[in-house]
């Protein structure tokens, strides 16, 4: 896991963002606290979202051209929720809405199936920076401000 933290900032700093306030120490911190833990890698849609699924009578999931194999876990169930109202909501009302009881019972009950350990807060924090970098690259400067709001709304009510 503390492969893929180091290896998600890299790529955050190649883009020559400015800053994020609190990221790197909350990175760091993340880094020494899981320096030996594993996280399993897997195949992430990374475009999942309600148009690109169909009900029948099983679910069809298609357009999978931003597909990788090594994704973090969750990302495809937070990109589902969060990258439809990015950019029509608030960082609060996203943050909300992420945080609310529902969805925290959700995420517990995907996590303890998936036997990951690492916390909801984690997966949110790498999701988010994983999003900003991919619409960094896309040019849809509009979007990853959208995005930096909510993760700085999460940094600054998560510190512990």
Do not use: C
Not at 40 to 66: A, Q, S, Y
Request: glycine share 2%.
């Amino acid at each position: 896991f503390s492969d893929y933290i180091e290896d998600l900032l890299k790529r955050f700093h190649s883009l020559n963002m400015e800053p994020i306030t609190n990221l790197t120490s909350y990175l760091a911190k993340i880094q020494k606290e899981y320096d030996t833990e594993t996280m399993p890698l897997g195949m992430v849609h990374r475009d999942f979202k309600p148009w690109n699924t169909l009900l029948r009578d099983t679910v069809l999931i298609f357009d999978f051209e931003e597909a990788i194999t090594d994704g973090p876990p969750i990302e495809d169930l937070l990109n589902y929720y969060i990258d439809p109202i990015i950019r029509y909501q608030s960082a609060i009302q996203v943050y909300d809405f992420l945080y609310s009881k529902e969805k925290q019972t959700e995420y517990t009950a995907y996590l303890k199936m998936s036997k990951i350990t690492v916390s909801f807060e984690i997966l949110l924090v790498t999701y988010v920076l994983e999003r900003i970098i991919y619409w960094t690259k896309e040019d849809e400067l509009d979007t990853v401000m959208h995005y930096k709001n909510v993760l700085n709304h999460i940094l600054l009510n998560n510190q512990n």
